[in-house]
């Protein structure tokens, strides 16, 4: 089994930065990517960033394209989000994934595995 922990949500003014962070622990060999999702209020969740774990090919949706970068620590199994400028649309639930996920499908909710708690991201204006 694997376990998730997120950490690094907060309250944050528009235009300002933070970083979280996605500790992974268990069974974390299978894991072929992780990724980040969030649901802001009103709205389904949607995708946001995703890194393979073995090749390190990253995916962003276009509405975090260039604000947003997720990068990986191998030997912590820990993935990261590192967002900047940030918006208030960008307030929401964050969530940590991961699972066994051809590259092709890391933008697919339904196909991972294994999943965070979330952490509240709030973005003032």
């Known amino acids: 089994q694997v376990q998730l922990v997120e950490s690094g949500g907060g309250l944050v003014q528009a235009g300002g930065s933070l970083r979280l962070s996605c500790a992974a622990s268990?069974?974390?060999?299978?894991?072929?990517?992780m990724g980040w999702f969030r649901r802001a209020p009103g709205k389904e969740r949607e995708f946001v960033a995703a890194?393979?774990?073995?090749?390190?090919?990253?995916y962003y949706a276009d509405s975090v394209k260039g604000r947003f970068t997720i990068s990986k620590d191998n030997a912590k199994n820990t993935e990261y989000l590192q967002m900047n400028s940030l918006k208030p649309e960008d307030t929401a639930v964050y969530y940590c994934?991961?699972?066994?996920?051809?590259?092709?499908?890391?933008?697919?909710?339904?196909?991972?595995?294994?999943w965070g708690q979330g952490t509240q991201v709030t973005v003032s204006s």
């Open positions: 994934a991961a699972g066994r996920i051809s590259p092709i499908l890391v933008k697919t909710a339904r196909m991972y595995d294994f």
């Open positions: 890194i393979t774990w073995s090749g390190g090919s990253t």
């Open positions: 268990g069974r974390t060999f299978s894991s072929q990517a």
